[in-house]
């Protein structure tokens, strides 16, 4: 196809830090999804609901780029609830993905690993819609980030009919024999409905937290700079206790 008649800007992206993060203008939650439709109208029929979802409560859609499966059908919902879509795709699957012409903005990046770090930077959410072995692949790094204290956004699976119950009852499996410490932390949701209230209050209970967190820091900087103390090594020690717990 011709470029006549594309809407979308394109921004090609060799780095990861050229990325303009969404949060700059706007929340936007980055949907993870299978590149196929599935054998089951009920995958469909959940990112469309996630898609006018989005759209409806003024959160901007982040998604792997394409047109076609799963991606294809959050991605032209979100656009006609009057959403705002940015997809992110490697260059290598253009030809394969066939990206939409109508999306707000289209960033084509040189490798996959780029396309990652570019929806992780323009993202405050994850969503997991049904989806094959990239899409786990995906949600699971974000996991990994949040487990390692990368990042603390939400991730959210959406349960579709049960779809996950195999793969989150393998993660409980790994924390029942202590290969995980403590959860996984994910929300688990069977709903698209429930999609955007999981997230609202993970975000809610991150801004409790962050507030009820900062005065103890500046309590205890001060007090080791009175005593000459290394203030650094007071905190390397006591936020990730907070982080588990949050301040007495």
């Not at 993870?32 to 995958?43: A, E, H, L, M, V």
Request: hydrophobic letters at 45%; a negative charge; proline letters at 6%.
């Amino acid at each position: 196809m011709s470029d006549k008649g594309r809407h979308h800007p394109q921004t090609i992206l060799s780095a990861p830090q050229l990325a303009e993060p969404a949060w700059m203008t706007r929340r936007s939650v980055c949907v993870f999804c299978g590149s196929s439709q599935g054998n089951d109208p009920k995958f469909s029929a959940g990112a469309v609901e996630l898609g006018i979802e989005l759209a409806r409560e003024n959160l901007g859609l982040v998604y792997g780029g394409g047109s076609l499966g799963l991606m294809g059908v959050v991605a032209r919902a979100a656009i006609a609830a009057g959403g705002h879509v940015v997809g992110i795709i490697p260059s290598s699957l253009c030809a394969r993905e066939r990206p939409p012409d109508n999306l707000h903005e289209l960033v084509i990046t040189t490798s996959m690993h780029t396309r990652k770090q570019a929806m992780f930077d323009r993202s405050s959410a994850f969503v997991a819609l049904p989806g094959g072995v990239g899409t786990l692949d995906e949600t699971v790094e974000q996991m990994t980030w949040m487990k390692i204290g990368h990042h603390q956004k939400p991730i959210v699976f959406l349960n579709v009919d049960g779809y996950w119950d195999p793969v989150l009852a393998m993660f409980d499996r790994m924390v029942a024999c202590n290969f995980v410490a403590g959860e996984v932390g994910v929300e688990v949701v069977r709903y698209a409905s429930e999609v955007i209230p999981a997230i609202k209050a993970y975000w809610d209970r991150e801004t409790r937290e962050s507030v009820g967190i900062a005065p103890a820091l500046t309590a205890m900087i001060e007090g080791a700079i009175e005593r000459g103390d290394d203030p650094q090594a007071e905190l390397a020690f006591a936020i990730p206790a907070w982080t588990a717990a949050g301040p007495e």
